[in-house]
């Protein structure tokens, strides 16, 4: 087919800050996983589609399938849906206890930003 571009499991952005590969990066709406590291306003792949770990929110247990969300200031993710952008859910299995500093996450899916 003439117009296709790619499978789009990864794609490519500019990166907003200066990202470390595995970091989660947020453009507009669109979350992903950088797939290497990127100077700020470099190309960037991200990886959009999967499970990756990511850094999770200290303090709080987040247990098997729930909706998580990306604090952007933070840099981690988190249940708190205020000022937050979705991205996925949390993978286990079982629970991640409040001291845990990481967490698996199914990114995206249509309904991912579901209200």
Do not use: H
Request: proline share 4%; aromatic share 6%; charged share 10%.
């Amino acid at each position: 087919m003439k117009t296709f571009v790619q499978a789009g499991d990864v794609v490519t952005v500019t990166a907003p800050a200066a990202v470390l590969s595995g970091a989660g990066v947020l453009v507009g709406l669109l979350f992903g996983a950088a797939v290497r590291d990127a100077d700020s306003g470099a190309p960037v792949d991200i990886q959009v589609t999967g499970v990756v770990t990511l850094p999770k929110v200290s303090g709080t247990a987040i247990n098997e399938g729930v909706r998580v969300f990306w604090d952007n200031t933070a840099g981690n993710v988190t249940t708190t849906t205020t000022s937050n952008n979705c991205i996925g859910w949390a993978v286990g299995p079982g629970n991640y206890a409040s001291g845990a500093t990481s967490i698996n996450v199914l990114l995206g899916r249509p309904n991912a930003n579901a209200a």
